[in-house]
């Protein structure tokens, strides 16, 4: 993630530094750098003297020896506040009093991991999406500590990196892994249930989707994927997974952790043209001891709308929440965060067109079998109470 950040920087600024804990990891990510500006010399949207003219611009360090004049740096490393909370004491000491520290990060509280900090008001979440040179949304994460002029000095560098930009508050899981982490929930209820992992996919991608419900966990990380749900079922309980969590806890163990492993749901590796990607044998064991035992599975529709509505839900209470400021940032967030079923406008967008009370019906009306209606109930409640303020403004917004 950190070469990524790196290389959309390189092109709007004049000096960008990566540091990493060896020449090796160095290596590996200058290497990931200059990939991705070789692949633009090929296409001819970059000359060969601009790429190594950009590569040179690239410092290289495993020490904080050139951070002293730094004005904001971004920290990309793995999912776990004690580390994080290590490089911020070690950044912050290295670096002067006006420098922006900004963590990426997809579920940690930017408020829990600024609590390492001696300069909050210069704190804050920026949160990017892989492969970072393709993905075009950028989610910046406030906390109530964290200035104007930090929050403005973020989205401009956001801008210069050419991202969509979107402003939140801080929660777990801000607001797109938020809706992320419930989709998957509902994905993995599915086939729980006895939808298959390439039925599932295929059922997505009819409905909408870019990428497949089964594919969408194996590109996210199946290790990551557990430290989400993990943390989500600590801070919101069972509503936020509809499956057995078992499941991807015993599939990371197994050492299934998606795409950048070979293997997760599907195997990688080779070539799928032509043809269904396979299914992982190892994977497929798990799922069918986890199978619900004297069931049919769900009507393919069923499963359509299941993972839809519960992912427009989770974002309706992200906006009674007040995480994301208003509807058109909730539909641009999730379209190009996540790829939203872009055809249907956003969740927002869907709702409005859709109509509150309908999809509280359709969620009602969901076969009894599955788990969502009684989990969900709840939280439509919650979303008739807020629909008229919540969707008169999203009207206003897009009129």
Not at 274 to 285: F, L, T
Not at 298 to 319: F, H, I, K, M
């Amino acid at each position: 993630m950190g070469a990524g950040i790196a290389t959309v920087s390189l092109e709007k600024f004049p000096k960008v530094l990566l540091k990493d804990v060896s020449d090796t990891a160095l290596s590996k990510g200058e290497d990931m750098v200059r990939d991705v500006f070789q692949k633009k010399v090929k296409r001819k949207k970059l000359s060969q003297f601009d790429c190594d003219k950009l590569m040179s611009s690239l410092i290289t360090e495993t020490d904080y020896s050139g951070f002293s004049d730094m004005d904001i740096v971004i920290e990309a490393v793995f999912e776990d506040i004690n580390l994080k909370h290590r490089i911020i004491k070690e950044v912050e000491a290295a670096t002067p009093d006006h420098c922006i520290f900004a963590s990426n990060t997809s579920a940690l509280p930017i408020g829990d991991l600024a609590k390492a900090s001696k300069r909050p008001e210069n704190f804050i979440g920026m949160h990017y999406f892989s492969p970072v040179d393709k993905m075009p949304l950028l989610e910046i994460i406030t906390t109530d500590d964290t200035s104007k002029e930090t929050t403005a000095a973020a989205v401009e560098v956001g801008l210069k990196q050419k991202k969509t930009v979107i402003v939140v508050k801080d929660g777990p899981g801000f607001y797109t892994t938020r809706v992320i982490g419930a989709l998957m929930g509902e994905a993995f209820a599915c086939i729980q249930e006895g939808t298959g992992p390439a039925e599932l996919d295929k059922l997505f991608t009819k409905f909408g989707w870019p990428v497949g419900g089964a594919t969408l966990v194996d590109e996210v990380g199946i290790d990551v994927a557990y430290k989400v749900t993990k943390y989500f079922l600590e801070v919101f309980g069972e509503r936020i997974s509809a499956g057995d969590p078992r499941v991807i806890e015993e599939l990371m163990e197994s050492g299934c952790l998606g795409r950048k492993s070979g293997k997760g749901i599907f195997m990688y590796g080779g070539s799928s043209k032509g043809g269904a990607r396979q299914v992982n044998p190892v994977a497929e064991q798990i799922l069918s001891r986890y199978r619900v035992a004297g069931q049919q599975p769900p009507a393919g529709e069923d499963v359509q709308w299941r993972t839809y509505l519960r992912s427009v839900n989770e974002a309706a209470l992200c906006l009674q929440e007040d995480i994301i400021a208003n509807p058109v940032d909730g539909n641009i967030g999730l379209i190009f965060g996540i790829g939203h079923c872009p055809q249907r406008g956003g969740p927002f967008q869907f709702l409005d067109t859709y109509g509150a009370d309908r999809f509280v019906g359709k969620i009602a009306g969901l076969p009894r079998k599955t788990r969502l209606p009684v989990r969900a109930r709840s939280d439509c409640t919650r979303l008739r109470q807020v629909r008229q303020e919540v969707y008169v403004v999203s009207l206003c917004r897009i009129l």
